[in-house]
């Protein structure tokens, strides 16, 4: 029954702001690293960031400083804060979860075993 249910997406200007969310179910975020991923038409899906299960990040150096994970775990929900958007950002995007057994997260895609179905963004004038 493990679920992950990505909303959020949209259109929004160069240098905009969006977040997106990860709705989790089927599981608890205490015990699972989540990671973003996104994937443009005709490029390989690549690792944005990640949160562990004890909450240590790790971000690509393409959004470092831009983006940030964050979680709730009352709501069991993962958030990923978008920041001085670029076209470059466009892609869809995607949460993946795996049970933890460490406390570093990764942004490998083989890493993760459980994917949402993703959602667009388009960053655009």
């Known amino acids: 029954q493990v679920q992950l249910v990505e909303s959020g997406g949209g259109l929004v200007q160069p240098g905009g702001s969006l977040t997106l969310s990860c709705a989790a179910s089927g599981f608890i975020l205490r015990y699972y690293n989540i990671g973003w991923f996104r994937q443009a038409p005709g490029k390989e899906r690549e690792g944005v960031i990640c949160i562990s299960s004890d909450g240590h990040t790790y971000a690509a150096d393409s959004v470092k400083g831009r983006f940030a994970i964050s979680r709730d775990t009352g709501k069991n929900t993962v958030y990923l804060q978008m920041n001085s958007l670029k076209p470059e950002d466009t892609s869809v995007y995607y949460c993946?979860?795996?049970?933890?057994?460490?406390?570093?997260?990764?942004?490998?895609?083989?890493?993760?075993?459980?994917w949402g179905q993703g959602t667009q963004v388009t960053v655009s004038s």
């Open positions: 993946a979860s795996i049970l933890a057994y460490g406390s570093l997260c990764h942004l490998e895609t083989s890493a993760y075993n459980y």
